[in-house]
């Protein structure tokens, strides 16, 4: 058996970028709680919300640290093993990436520093904008981040030149077709992803009876936020797929396990497509929705994967089962606020401890999700890593032996299965630790640590100069 | 089409103003990990790491904008160079991971593992350097390339003359570090520091001298450019300076100067960089590719600028605000209640 450097780089790209997804999927989401949070205590000046503001900037403190280190592997990647992407479609790729580096980095990782250790060196409503400046910097970060992405499922804006991309026009580049729903639609999951953990953690402690007061303005805060948000991003993924429909009916095709066109396409609940036999067998149909779904009308056209050639199909089994758990995760998340609500209504929202159970268990809900519909999207795009311009194969460096890469896919692999339970293990220490009383609040965030920086360390007094 | 602007001098010295932002910001830092296990004691390992605490991750985003600079501006550079260095690349990035976690979660250990979180700093911060000098040894040396691709081996960096910058980097990143303590420190680990500058200096100086005697036999456009009439009058002032600075340097740690002694390392740094951009000027890919052929295109390189010409300053100007946040010296935890 040869082995093949494509096949390879792809399996480490998804490796890293799976576990680096992680991050931004909960750190997006938390900057934008903890820069809530200190608003909130910049105006009410309710000890409350500075506590809990405390408490998860110690969660998001190592979490941002391993999204960091884990970002930088990225953009090498592009280098490293798809360098003929990087030579053939940088003109337009490289200024999006370039700006994220920018605008977003630059922001988080320099207002980290005051958010992390400056409580006492910067006036409160300059802590706030520092966090309010990181909150910014994770969503520029995603915004630049999805453009490009979009850019490559659904290109727009350029011409080709000697086999290069150029780009014509720049508010096409970004805005593509795709950017905006997907842009809503990924934010929004990140949103919801921590929401269900801030909850989750609320729960934690509420069932012990812990920080009783600040579980439960988290718990009750953040259902708030995912009861019109999880709805919300039902219609948004709606929106997206009809989107795909429309620019990538191959990748709609495979997720539905569609083989032939037809009118009054039924919804395939489950089964297994069958890439060879050109079938989704077992399958078990609800007639006519699929072409409701899709077109929104019962007899409207669903076109088949057997309308594309074999090597233009997006691998359908994947595609069918991982678009089916992200929506699946969706509905239950549904069932979930819905539950919310029903027990606010008779106030028996904090001490329905089965309810509070089911919070726990739900904190991964988002993660999964992520992560599949990560999987739709960007298998849904094969063969072509920019859709219909540049297959994944002529996108792969030549100089690449297979050796090389199964050496670094083995690095990677076992890196992160170090470092992710290692850096876990820590996180679940500082979550059950819970909350904590003012006292040990009033020290920067990094406060666990037995020497600080002096300035930090005298508070505000400012020390003469040697 | 009509000529367009040129936008690449503009996009050189920016490409070169943010790899040596990162070379010397990471660099003490680096330098300070680098330092760190023969610090005297764990409370000096303490009070070394949070002098670099509340700023590693901002120096550390300098190579991620090189990184995508070089992507963005000068793309064929970059899909030339980085898979002629995907071990070296490999080998840093999975470095600064240890080295990154060991940050947050050194001071989250028991006592009894702390040992580890110590021992991933200390080993990311010298692998990382090593890596990284391995990288500058293998630029310099150039690599083979046939039409827009790397045709060499996947181990063409490691050369002898990669060995000794791989080395060269170490004493050097050692140096800002030390010197970085030297301003950022007092009594015992101060003096510390200062010893370990004063004998790094010295082999500082030896290795700049190493790396400059062998560069011009890498390449004989080297040669020409360094000892060819009046280059070699010309370019004299280059090592003299140098020479110069570090017995400056030196004299600064005797008079138990706090702050010029980093300003004097990063003088010597400067010095080296400018001897590299002069030996190597106009190629991004030594020898084989200049600036103007690497270049992205014009419209690219333009939407790109005008946000950079703005966002540059900035995160200059905010970078400098969180230096100036955390300045001072640090001290053990005793003053806080």
Not at chain 1, 134 to 155: D, E, H, K, R, Y
Not at chain 1, 253 to 263: D, I, L, N
Not at chain 1, 313 to 327: G, Q
């Amino acid at each position: 058996m040869t082995l093949d450097p494509v096949i390879l780089s792809r399996l480490q790209f998804f490796w890293v970028v799976s576990f680096h997804i992680l991050l931004p999927a909960f750190t997006v989401g938390l900057a934008c709680y903890i820069a809530v949070l200190e608003g909130l205590y910049l105006k009410t000046k309710d000890r409350t919300y500075f506590l809990i503001s405390v408490f998860w900037t110690k969660i998001f403190a190592v979490s941002f640290g391993l999204g960091v280190v884990t970002g930088i592997v990225m953009p090498f990647q592009f280098g490293t093993n798809w360098s003929r992407f990087s030579d053939t479609a940088s003109n337009v790729i490289g200024p999006l990436m370039a700006y994220e580096g920018l605008t977003a980095f630059f922001l988080e990782a320099s207002f980290l520093g005051i958010l992390l250790f400056g409580r006492k060196l910067v006036p409160p409503w300059a802590h706030c904008f520092a966090a309010v400046m990181v909150a910014v910097g994770t969503l520029f970060s995603s915004f630049w981040i999805l453009a490009a992405n979009s850019w490559m499922q659904t290109p727009a804006g350029y011409e080709m030149v000697d086999g290069r991309f150029h780009a014509l026009d720049w508010m096409e580049v970004i805005f593509n077709p795709s950017f905006p729903y997907r842009l809503s639609h990924v934010v929004t999951a990140f949103l919801v992803t921590t929401g269900f953990v801030v909850i989750g953690v609320a729960a934690y402690h509420l069932r012990r009876g812990r920080a009783v007061e600040e579980c439960r303005r988290m718990l009750s805060m953040t259902l708030w936020l995912l009861t019109a948000l999880v709805p919300l991003q039902l219609i948004l993924g709606d929106m997206h797929g009809l989107n795909t429909f429309h620019h990538q009916p191959a990748k709609i095709a495979a997720m539905e396990g569609h083989w032939e066109t037809q009118a009054g396409a039924p919804f395939i609940v489950v089964g297994w497509p069958d890439q060879q036999a050109e079938v989704t067998r077992w399958a078990v149909e609800i007639p006519y929705l699929g072409s409701l779904i899709l077109t929104h009308e019962l007899n409207g056209t669903v076109r088949g994967l057997k309308e594309w050639a074999h090597d233009d199909r997006p691998p359908a089994a994947i595609l069918f089962w991982s678009f089916r758990i992200m929506v699946g995760i969706g509905l239950l998340m549904l069932l979930v606020v819905t539950t919310a609500t029903w027990l606010r209504w008779n106030g028996r929202l904090y001490d329905s401890a089965w309810f509070l159970r089911i919070c726990e268990a739900c904190i991964p809900l988002g993660f999964a999700a992520v992560i599949a519909g990560w999987i739709t999207t960007e298998v849904g795009r094969q063969p072509w890593v920019i859709y219909h311009l540049l297959r994944t194969a002529d996108a792969v460096t030549p100089s690449l032996s297979g050796g090389d890469v199964v050496v670094s896919l083995a690095v990677y692999v076992v890196v992160y299965l170090v470092v992710y339970p290692v850096t876990l293990y820590y996180l679940f220490a500082i979550v059950r630790a819970g909350p904590v009383g003012e006292e040990e609040a009033a020290s920067p965030i990094e406060g666990l640590q037995r020497s600080l920086p002096a300035r930090a360390a005298a508070g505000a007094v400012v020390e003469p100069r040697p | 089409m009509t000529a367009p602007l040129d936008f690449v001098p503009l996009w050189t010295l920016i490409l070169g103003f943010g790899v040596f932002m990162y070379v010397l910001m990471d660099g003490f830092d680096l330098g300070v990990g680098i330092l760190f296990r023969h610090a005297p004691g764990d409370a000096a390992r303490d009070l070394i790491m949070n002098s670099v605490a509340p700023i590693w991750d901002g120096n550390e985003t300098w190579l991620v904008l090189g990184g995508l600079a070089l992507l963005a501006a000068f793309p064929l550079a970059f899909a030339i160079i980085l898979p002629a260095l995907y071990f070296p690349i490999l080998i840093m990035v999975v470095a600064l991971i240890f080295r990154g976690i060991a940050f947050e979660l050194r001071f989250k250990a028991a006592p009894s593992s702390r040992h580890r979180w110590d021992a991933a700093f200390h080993y990311g911060s010298l692998v990382a350097t090593l890596a990284q000098g391995f990288v500058l040894g293998a630029f310099v040396q150039g690599f083979r390339v046939e039409g827009r691709f790397f045709v060499g081996g996947s181990f063409d960096w490691l050369r002898p003359f990669s060995v000794l910058t791989a080395i060269s980097l170490v004493l050097g990143y050692g140096l800002l570090g030390a010197t970085w303590l030297i301003m950022k420190t007092e009594g015992t680990l101060q003096d510390w520091a200062r010893a370990r500058a004063r004998r790094l200096l010295i082999w500082v100086l030896i290795s700049i001298g190493a790396v400059s005697l062998w560069t011009p036999f890498l390449e004989p456009r080297i040669m020409e450019r360094w000892f060819s009439w009046p280059n070699v009058v010309l370019l004299s002032p280059v090592p003299i300076v140098t020479l110069w600075l570090a017995l400056w340097v030196w004299r600064a740690i005797d008079r138990r100067a706090e702050f010029l002694p980093f300003l004097g390392a990063i003088a010597l740094f400067t010095m080296g960089y400018v001897g590299l951009a002069i030996s190597l000027w106009p190629n991004i890919v030594p020898h084989v590719i200049n600036l103007w052929d690497a270049a992205a295109a014009p419209r690219s390189q333009a939407f790109l600028l005008v946000g950079t010409l703005f966002l540059l300053p900035v995160i200059v100007g905010y970078t400098a605000w969180s230096y100036w946040v955390f300045r001072g010296k640090v001290r053990a935890g005793g003053g806080y209640h």
